[in-house]
């Protein structure tokens, strides 16, 4: 924890700010941080819904912030921390997680859907990094 303090001509103020290396949270279609979350399919580029959904062996890109430090290999910033992505309570194998190409700020984790993932329009899915948990959020799965 560190205290930050801002001064002005009206006065200061002080606040404490916990620093951590990485909180996860998962953009949504709603823009809430709940519901279905922002992700498509890495192949075809079409948004993951309940009339188009992800499927077991499917390559999804789901898209979030708060993965920490990245370090660069193969031409891509990559996630110091390894985050780990559960779909239900089913790990998915993790293919890449870091920052989304070419948009600063936002991070982006590839992943297959197991074979055995809970099926659903609102299969529960979120990711663990570094200690932290996800906001909890779903993806349809056929």
């Known amino acids: 924890m560190i205290t930050l303090?801002?001064?002005s001509a009206a006065g200061a103020s002080k606040l404490n700010v916990l620093i951590e290396p990485a909180v996860p949270a998962i953009f949504t279609q709603?823009?809430?941080g709940a519901g279905a979350a922002s992700a498509i399919q890495a192949l075809?580029?079409?948004v993951v819904t309940a009339g188009s959904p992800a499927k077991p062996?499917?390559?999804i890109s789901l898209y979030?912030?708060?993965l920490g430090a990245a370090e660069t290999r193969d031409g891509l910033q990559w996630a110091r921390s390894t985050p780990k992505l559960f779909l239900g309570d089913v790990e998915a194998q993790v293919l890449y997680a870091g920052r989304a190409?070419?948009?600063a700020g936002l991070d982006q984790i590839n992943f297959?859907?197991?074979a055995d993932t809970p099926r659903g329009e609102s299969t529960p899915l979120r990711v663990e990094s570094a200690g932290r948990v996800?906001?909890?959020v779903t993806m349809p799965i056929l």
């Open 5 to 7: 303090e801002v001064k």
């Open 30 to 32: 709603t823009g809430t």
């Open 44 to 46: 075809s580029g079409s």
């Open 57 to 59: 062996g499917d390559v």
């Open 64 to 66: 979030l912030t708060g």
């Open 101 to 103: 190409p070419g948009f």
């Open 112 to 114: 297959i859907v197991p």
């Open 134 to 136: 996800s906001n909890a």
